[in-house]
């Protein structure tokens, strides 16, 4: 075999590599699930403290078991589109298979707060799954 043809096997290697490399990222997940179904499953009471909230919910769901749990602020936009503009993450603990937090929403000029969940996998290339909180408009009264 010549070094030329050399050239050319390892130049077909190196597409190949390439090729399994973009079909194994194109099975990525690019939107969470997420609707009302979930949404429900986030509780929050408000607390007896100005603008003090508690919240619970699920620690895992469908099997994801990494939570993300943020205190979000949005404009009031549309049809009830929420657009996060700041976000604080939130300490919670896990009691019985539910995550179970307190937080304080304080007043944002022009924004309102509400709960921002994430579930995710332990491992890449699976779906996580997405919901959110109504507004909490009371805080900002």
Same mark, same amino acid.
């Given at each position: 075999?010549?070094?030329? *043809?050399?050239? @050319?096997?390892?130049?077909? &290697? ?16 690019? @939107?969470?699930?997420? $609707? ?7 509780? @929050? ?17 469908? $099997?994801?078991?990494?939570? *993300? ?8 936009? *549309? ?8 976000? @604080? ?20 000029? $022009? ?7 994430? &579930? &995710? ?6 779906? $996580? ?13």
């Amino acid at each position: 075999m010549t070094v030329f *043809e050399q050239f @050319i096997q390892a130049m077909k &290697w190196f597409a190949m590599l390439g090729i399994f490399a973009c079909v194994n990222t194109a099975n990525a997940c690019m @939107i969470p699930e997420h $609707g009302a179904q979930y949404d429900r499953q986030v509780k @929050i009471s408000k607390e007896t403290g100005k603008h003090e909230y508690s919240f619970t919910l699920p620690a895992s769901l469908s $099997g994801l078991t990494r939570l *993300e749990v943020t205190l979000a602020y949005t404009r009031k936009l *549309e049809g009830g589109f929420k657009l996060s503009e700041v976000s @604080i993450p939130l300490d919670y603990t896990v009691t019985d298979d539910m995550a179970v937090g307190a937080f304080v929403a304080a007043p944002k000029t $022009g924004l309102m707060p509400y709960l921002h969940v994430m &579930w &995710w996998p332990d491992r890449g290339g699976l779906c $996580g799954i997405r919901a959110q909180s109504e507004l909490l408009s009371s805080a900002n009264s």
